[in-house]
């Protein structure tokens, strides 16, 4: 089970860092990803990160503000986020897959965390 956290309630323009831990023993053989799901709305692909950081793939909506890494080590991995916009809302998901590359589709992520709450007021 992957856990995220680091969600809350923050300001437009301000920055939230998600942190997803991921207890596998082979965590640094997995691609992991970052989505989102605001209300009403479809499970958007929002990051994701290649098993040793040497790619990563963004959302456009989220290029020059948002930077996923990862950390094999401690077996977690992060979001950060800056500048901030109401439009961010969502619940954010962290997600494995055993795709050798980073793909932007939900269905090739097999393992889910619960899902951590953004929300950013304007």
């Known amino acids: 089970q992957l856990q995220a956290s680091g969600g809350g309630l923050v300001q437009a323009g301000g920055s939230l860092r998600l942190s997803c831990v991921a207890p596998?023993?082979?965590?640094?053989?997995?691609?992991m990803g970052w989505f989102r799901q605001a209300v009403g709305k479809e499970r958007e692909f929002v990051a994701g990160?290649?098993?040793?950081?040497?790619?990563?793939v963004y959302v456009d909506s989220a290029k020059g503000r948002f930077t996923i890494s990862r950390d094999n080590a401690k077996n977690t991995v992060y979001l950060q986020m800056n500048r901030l916009k109401p439009e961010d809302t969502a619940v954010y998901y962290c997600?494995?897959?055993?795709?050798?590359?980073?793909?932007?589709?939900?269905?090739?992520?097999?393992?889910w965390g619960q899902g951590t709450q953004v929300t950013v007021s304007s």
């Open positions: 990160i290649s098993r040793d950081s040497s790619s990563t």
């Open positions: 596998l023993r082979t965590f640094s053989s997995y691609v």
């Open positions: 997600a494995r897959s055993r795709n050798w590359r980073v793909m932007t589709s939900a269905q090739v992520y097999d393992l």
